[in-house]
């Protein structure tokens, strides 16, 4: 069942989504070569402690760590370790955190000093593909809808759109209904609805979109080895469209 959120409960997850966006700005400030993932982790950690929030990923299902550190082909929920970031190499964060009885989360993919042209328009491309999707969220559309704004945009730009993850609906669990695909599905989808909350998060790969559990037993990663980029938001439907909630 998709949860209406009142008010009152999307201004508490605007407090977390604020607070959440500025620990990530810090988080991705260090980002450089030479750094460890591990070392991001801790500063992210220490970021949600010092906030007064508490981390929403560290013990949940078991993971280890407050952050997923994601690098290179590495697409969602690779777990911090002792790997220093290089030169040309790319990294998705995702960070998530629970406020008042909220939670919030997103991502980001950043680059690692110079990284070549083609990299840098894979990171480029799946940050328009959620920009995309936002400015088109409103009443009355369906997740379909912008799941095909998504696919459709992405293509075009000669990169695929993972089928096996997917976005989700947040407030007082970290995934709630509905799953929320980045590409059109056959049959009927969701409509969209005033007080709704959820997080769209394309993730998309320069090769096939196929993918395969990384050896750690929690990071997923493309099948094929080539590069993956992967951005999220929490946006909350208003009654003409929507509001990003993670944003300072």
């Known amino acids: 069942m998709i949860t209406i959120k009142s008010e009152e409960e999307i201004k508490i997850m605007r407090e977390g989504g604020k607070m959440l966006a500025e620990i990530m700005e810090e988080v991705k400030k260090k980002v450089q070569p030479g750094i460890t993932t591990k070392e ?12 007064g929030a508490e981390s929403a990923f560290k013990g949940y299902d078991n993971f280890p760590a407050a952050m997923c550190t994601s690098v290179n082909q590495v697409i969602v929920h690779g777990i911090p370790s002792d790997y220093e970031l290089r030169d040309g190499d790319i990294i998705s964060l995702d960070l998530g955190l629970k406020h008042r009885g909220f939670f919030s989360d997103m991502a980001i993919t950043v680059a690692v000093g110079r990284v070549e042209p083609e990299v840098s328009r894979l990171i480029e491309v799946t940050k328009k ?61 969701p409509e969209i609805k005033p007080g709704m909350v959820f997080c769209f998060e394309p993730m998309v790969t320069m090769g096939d979109w196929r993918i395969k559990k990384s050896s750690d037993g929690f990071g997923w990663e493309t099948k094929d080895g080539s590069l993956s980029a992967h951005f999220e938001h929490m946006i909350a439907v208003t009654k003409t469209d929507c509001q990003v909630l993670t944003m300072k």
């Open 40 to 51: 991001l982790d801790k500063l992210a950690e220490t970021l949600i402690f010092k906030s």
């Open 129 to 189: 593909s959620l920009k995309l999707a936002i400015e088109n969220i409103r009443p009355g559309c369906t997740f379909g809808d912008i799941g095909s704004i998504i696919e459709e945009y992405v293509e075009s730009q000669r990169f695929n759109v993972v089928r096996e993850l997917c976005g989700h609906g947040i407030g007082k669990e970290l995934h709630e209904d509905p799953q929320i695909l980045n590409y059109r599905e056959e049959g009927p989808s």
